[in-house]
Nanobody, 112 residues
Framework: QVQLVESGGGLVQPGGSLRLSCVASGSGFITSTMAWYRQAPGQQRELVASISSGGRTNYVDSVKGRFAISRDNTKNTVYLQMNSLKPEDTAVYYC??????WGQGTQVTVSL
């Protein structure tokens, strides 16, 4: 059974940084594409960043140059380093495995 547990969200001022983590249980992590999505109130869930099993990364334009996704296959963990945060980054961030499995989400709030 696949479970994804996110952590690292919180309240941060504009310009600050946060690092999200997602630990995956179950087999198949190494061969799976991992991704981070986010959903702001009243908006659709959007793909923020993804990383393939081979390490290829993709980002939505709005976070390029500010966010970095990475993975540690020895720990079954994917990370999202978020720098230069803006109020518009405020959302619930969700970890995803293989475009199928979802975590419970972690709240990120960027505000003074």
């Amino acid at each position: 059974q696949v479970q994804l547990v996110e952590s690292g969200g919180g309240l941060v001022q504009p310009g600050g940084s946060l690092r999200l983590s997602c630990v995956a249980s179950g087999s198949g992590f190494i061969t799976s594409t991992m991704a981070w999505y986010r959903q702001a109130p009243g908006q659709q869930r959007e793909l923020v960043a993804s990383i393939s099993s081979g390490g290829r990364t993709n980002y939505v334009d709005s976070v390029k140059g500010r966010f970095a996704i990475s993975r540690d296959n020895t720990k079954n963990t994917v990370y999202l380093q978020m720098n230069s945060l803006k109020p518009e980054d405020t959302a619930v961030y969700y970890c995803n495995r293989g475009f199928t499995y979802w975590g419970q989400g972690t709240q990120v709030t960027v505000s003074l």
